[in-house]
């Protein structure tokens, strides 16, 4: 079955830096686009970043973009998420996300697998 699978959450100081990693398994990693959502405590989970299947096109969120940067290597099955300069408000519950398409978009509806969350803290 499909497995997406987060890690490298945890508790950083504002204006650190943190890398998450999703291993997926059960589908044709390569052939998927992939996302990364959040969610914050009272609030809807909202998108931060997407990756096309190859690595080609990337997409973020205004509020992370020049901050984050997507990747991913497809012969590890794993996708990436590095987060510098971290700021109080990124704190959220951290999603990785699979797409059954090459390429996706923003909304939690293109895509249909989902891991079960990483924490991320941002003291400030």
């Known amino acids: 079955q499909v497995q997406l699978v987060e890690s490298g959450g945890g508790l950083v100081q504002a204006g650190g830096s943190l890398r998450l990693s999703c291993a997926a398994s059960?589908?044709?990693?390569?052939?998927?686009?992939m996302g990364w959502f959040r969610q914050a405590p009272g609030k809807e989970r909202e998108f931060v970043a997407h990756?096309?299947?190859?690595?080609?096109?990337?997409t973020y969120a205004d509020s992370v973009k020049g901050r984050f940067t997507v990747s991913r290597d497809n012969a590890k099955n794993t996708v990436y998420l590095q987060m510098n300069s971290l700021k109080p408000e990124d704190t959220a519950v951290y999603y990785c996300?699979?797409?059954?398409?090459?390429?996706?978009?923003?909304?939690?509806?293109?895509?249909?697998?989902w891991g079960q969350g990483t924490q991320v803290t941002v003291s400030s």
């Open positions: 996300a699979a797409s059954r398409a090459i390429v996706a978009g923003r909304g939690v509806y293109d895509y249909g697998y």
């Open positions: 059960g589908f044709t990693f390569s052939r998927s686009a």
């Open positions: 990756i096309g299947w190859s690595g080609g096109s990337t």
